[in-house]
Structure formats: structure tokens, C-alpha cells
């Protein structure tokens, strides 16, 4: 098997749980990609690998493969009760820890065993009686699981015996390192479970991380020519601030996308983008910090099926998101850190695609640009902002039938998110929570 490619080894040809095997088969995964093929013979061995490939390379199927299997083919540990996990995956963000309970039921919802999804914004107590009754692993963000373990008789780790931290580097930028010690001081030594360390960059604080709470893991690297995807086509316009909305709009009525995502780096022109887009006549949602996690869940389904052409987000959604056929990026502002660019321009050109990334260096996000092109090693190609750019060519007429599609508008979704927050804030005595952990509480 060490003699084929890394792109023509099959999930077969591993020693695999047979009904998980047949799991992944009709779920469509037959051939491994190299980011699977490279760490599964170390990962299967039950040895611990800190592991780096680029966005959208298939790290969770890699490593959830990896945790079902040991599930299936291993006895628990002696000292577990029936109750208590045996696999723990943390992810940094709710969007994340939602795609990657999707990606596990899709191939091994049949097998016997329990998933339970723990993170912040919805139902407390409802997640709180879903530990309490149990379950094999639990998919969780920090903040959330860890109300849940220091309270008494809800949750223990004791005897989870595989770990999971995923986009470990995004746990550093939220803050949660505190969070993820405190988790794995509570589950066995480090030398009596495997730990998995998945992330798109394995800078030196991630792998300080790893060498303290792993057990001699093994570093894997999927190389690769560029930092970022070469199947991602990117370029940059330069314009005035005030010429960012027409260019945007004469843009995306010269290309034909089937699905787009609009990155902004504020709240509020998320709201004023959004809102000029929808009066132009495309069908809009909108993803950031002010929108209630339910909705937004709502928003991303809708988005998935196509009755949305358009997503304008905040970087809330620039990780973890797995939306097949993004085939236009827009960075409406170019992002304040380097590695935010190659992860927003990673939701297009997923797992072989092609897709187009296009950025705008205004006069005040250009002074971005040259920490990204250092960073990605390469100039982002320039193209001018001619007059007929600015203006937007006529749309199709909308449709009775696209009409009635159902959702809410922009106008709509910005209320119901201000009215949640007022409920919130009344509901806390007009004082905020202390110790809030950002996007993945």
C-alpha cells in the first residue's frame, strides 16, 4: 500500500470494522485523500498524530474514521460506566461541531453507537439530559462542555480514552487553550489515550500543545506547492471605498455562480451589504455574531439547498463550514489576519473543485495585503476597476415560483436577532454573562 499514491489508496485496503467499512461505502467514500492516506495506518495503530493539510482536504473524516473504528474493535475501558463517553472531538466553533456530528452520522449513523452534540446558543437543559443519559462521543465546543463537567453527575471524562482536538489553531485565536487543558487534565494520562491534533496550520503554540498533553505524536504534513488551493483562481481589485457596493454588484451580475459567500469584517456592513444585495434582487442570508444560532443553522440549510444565492458573513463562518458548489468568494474587506484569507477563500474549490476568490484592497483594509501575499507566498494578480464594472447589468426578472420559496428577508432576520439579544439581555438582568467564550461557547 506505501508503493500507490495518496490519491489511490481505497478505505479497503485498511484492517476496518467491517460494517463501518460498509458505512463509508454507502455513504460514497471509497478512496482515501492524502491527508487520510498519510495519517490513517498511524491513527488505526492507535499510536497519536498531530496532523496539518490545507481547508477542505477531508481532515474530519480522517480523524472520525480513526475514532469509530477503536469504538468498534476495542473493548471500553474497565472503569467505564455505561454513561460515560469513550471519544471526545472539541471543535472551536458551534459551525464546526454542527458539520462534523453531520459528517459522522452520515456514514455511521447504523452502527450502534451514540453521538451526543454539546455547544452553545441553543437548549440548555435539553443538551445537559443528552449527557446525562449518555453516550459513546461526544462532539463539543469548550465552553458549553465544560458547564456541563463541573457541575455533579452530568458528565465525566474519566474514562474517555480518545481525544480529538480539530482546528486546533483556531482554539489559540478564541482564546480556549485554558479551556482544552482542563478538559484533558480530567480524561486519563496521556500515555492511556490517544489524542488526534488536527489543524490547517501546526504553528509553534499548536505543537507546543501537542508535545505536553500527547504521547509522542507523530507530525504528518500534507505538502503542498502553495499555502493555499491552486484550484482556487484569485484576484485582487483596488477600490475607493466608495466604489466597493457597484463593484461588487457589476461582478455578480457578470458571473454565473450557483452559490456565493461575501465575507465583511463587521456586523454592521454585513447588515448594509446584505440589505444592498437583496434590493438588487438576489436571495440573501446573512451569518454572523448577531444572528441566533438556530437561524443561522436555518439560514445554511437554505443556503445548501440552493433557495439562497447569496451568504454575507463575518468570519464566524470562514472555518468549518462544508457547503458543496461555493463557487465565488468575495472579500467585500479584506481580513485583518493573513490566515483568516486562506480560510475564507477555502470554501470554494473543496475536495478537487474549482472555484473563483476575489478581493477587494480598499483604502482601509489594503494594509492587509501585504502580510497575506507574504503569508501565501505569492502575488494575488490585480485587475483594474474599469467604469462598466461599476455598473450593474439588469437581473433576470424573479420568478412567482422563487418568490414563494419561503425564508425571511434581510430586514427580517437583523430584527428577530435584535429582539433575541434585547430578550437576552432582560432575561440577565441587563448585565451581560462574565466570561463569555466568543463564537464556540
Known amino acids: 500500500m506505501s508503493d500507490k499514491p495518496l490519491t489511490d489508496i481505497a478505505f479497503s485496503s485498511f484492517d476496518l470494522h467491517p ?90 449513523s447504523d452502527l450502534g453507537l451514540k453521538f451526543a452534540l454539546v455547544y452553545g446558543g441553543v437548549d440548555y437543559d435539553k443538551q445537559r439530559s443528552l449527557l446525562q443519559a449518555g453516550a459513546d462521543v461526544i462532539i463539543a465546543t469548550p465552553g458549553r462542555l465544560i458547564d456541563y463537567v463541573k457541575q455533579h453527575k452530568v458528565v465525566s471524562l474519566h474514562a474517555c480514552e480518545v481525544c480529538v482536538l480539530d482546528e486546533a489553531d483556531r482554539m489559540f485565536d478564541l482564546g480556549f487553550i485554558k479551556d482544552i487543558r482542563f478538559l484533558l487534565r480530567r480524561m486519563p494520562a496521556r500515555t492511556e489515550r490517544q489524542t488526534l491534533l488536527f489543524s490547517a496550520t501546526l504553528s509553534h503554540r499548536v505543537l507546543e500543545l501537542a508535545y505536553e498533553h500527547m504521547n509522542e505524536p507523530e507530525k504528518m504534513v500534507v505538502e503542498s506547492e502553495h499555502i493555499t488551493n491552486a484550484k482556487v483562481r484569485q484576484r485582487l481589485y483596488l477600490p475607493a471605498d466608495d466604489e466597493k457596493l457597484p463593484l461588487l454588484l457589476g461582478l455578480l451580475s457578470r458571473t454565473e455562480g450557483t452559490r456565493t459567500m461575501v465575507f465583511v469584517n463587521t456586523k454592521a456592513f454585513v447588515e448594509r451589504v446584505a440589505r444592498a444585495l437583496e434590493r438588487a434582487g438576489y436571495k440573501v442570508g446573512v451569518l454572523s455574531g448577531d444572528v441566533p444560532q438556530k437561524k443561522r443553522e436555518t439560514l445554511l440549510a437554505r443556503f445548501q439547498k440552493g433557495q439562497l444565492e447569496i451568504l454575507v458573513a463575518t468570519d464566524v463562518a470562514a472555518r468549518g463550514l462544508h457547503i458543496d458548489g461555493v463557487s465565488h468568494v468575495y472579500n467585500y474587506d479584506l481580513p485583518f489576519d493573513a490566515e483568516d484569507y486562506v480560510h475564507r477563500i477555502g470554501r470554494t474549490a473543496r475536495l478537487g473543485a474549482e472555484g473563483d476568490a476575489i478581493s477587494f484592497a480598499c483604502e482601509r483594509y489594503a494594509i492587509s495585503l501585504p502580510d497575506i501575499e507574504a503569508y501565501i507566498e505569492q502575488k494575488i494578480p490585480v485587475e483594474p476597476v474599469t467604469p462598466d464594472l461599476l455598473v450593474a447589468q439588469p437581473r433576470k426578472p424573479r420568478t412567482a415560483a422563487a418568490d414563494d420559496e419561503g425564508g425571511e428577508s434581510v430586514s427580517d432576520i437583523f430584527r428577530e436577532a435584535r429582539e433575541q439579544r434585547a430578550a437576552d439581555e432582560e432575561r440577565r438582568g441587563g448585565g451581560r454573562k462574565a466570561g463569555g467564550s466568543g463564537s464556540g461557547g
Open 19 to 108: 460494517t463501518l467499512l460498509s458505512g463509508l461505502e454507502g455513504a460514497g467514500f471509497t478512496r482515501c485523500t492524502p491527508i487520510q492516506a498519510m495519517t490513517l495506518p498511524i491513527t488505526l495503530a492507535g499510536r497519536d498524530v498531530a496532523g496539518q493539510a490545507q481547508t477542505g482536504t477531508g481532515k474530519t473524516l480522517a480523524f472520525l474514521v480513526t475514532v469509530v473504528n477503536r469504538l468498534l474493535t476495542r473493548p471500553a475501558l474497565a472503569e467505564r460506566n455505561p454513561e460515560d463517553p469513550r471519544a471526545l472531538i472539541l471543535a472551536p466553533t458551534r459551525e464546526l461541531a454542527i458539520q462534523i456530528h453531520k459528517d459522522a452520522v452520515k456514514f455511521a
